[in-house]
C-alpha cells in the first residue's frame, strides 16, 4: 500500500471566519482508491461553529455491517456551541449513500470540563 495525501485551505476568505477545504487522498494498491472531501466552516464568534460539507469515498470499511463499501457518497452539518470554557455542545447529522442504501446519522453530544 502507498498512500498520498493532500489539502488545501483557506481561512477568513471572503468573509471573517469562514474557512474553505478542500481535501483527498490516494491509495495506491492492487486496486486503486481515493477520497475527496470538500467543507465550509464559519465562526461567526468564540461560542459557535457551523459546518457544511461533502465527501466521496470509493472505499469505505463499516464497522457497524462488518462489510466493505465502495462509492459512498455523504453531506453532512454540525452546529457546536461552546458557552464557556467548561461547557460544549455539538450536533451532527449525515447522510450518507452507500451500496446498500441511504442512511441519515445523527449524533448529539454535551461535555463538561472538570
Do not use: H, K
Not at 482508491?33 to 467543507?39: E, G, M, N, P, R
Not at 453531506?75 to 441511504?102: C, H, I, K
Amino acid at each position: 500500500w502507498e498512500q498520498y495525501f493532500a489539502a488545501i485551505s483557506s481561512y477568513d476568505w471572503l468573509l471573517e471566519g469562514l474557512s474553505l477545504t478542500l481535501s483527498g487522498e490516494y491509495w495506491n494498491s492492487r486496486e486503486d482508491y481515493w477520497t475527496a472531501v470538500f467543507d465550509i466552516e464559519y465562526r461567526p464568534s468564540r461560542c459557535w461553529r457551523f459546518v457544511l460539507g461533502t465527501d466521496y469515498s470509493a472505499y469505505e470499511y463499516d464497522i457497524f455491517l462488518d462489510d466493505e463499501l465502495e462509492d459512498v457518497y455523504s453531506v453532512y452539518a454540525r452546529v457546536g456551541w461552546r458557552p464557556s470554557q467548561r461547557w460544549n455542545f455539538d450536533l451532527r447529522v449525515r447522510v450518507e449513500d452507500t451500496t446498500y442504501g441511504t442512511y441519515t446519522t445523527v449524533d448529539a453530544m454535551a461535555q463538561f470540563n472538570f
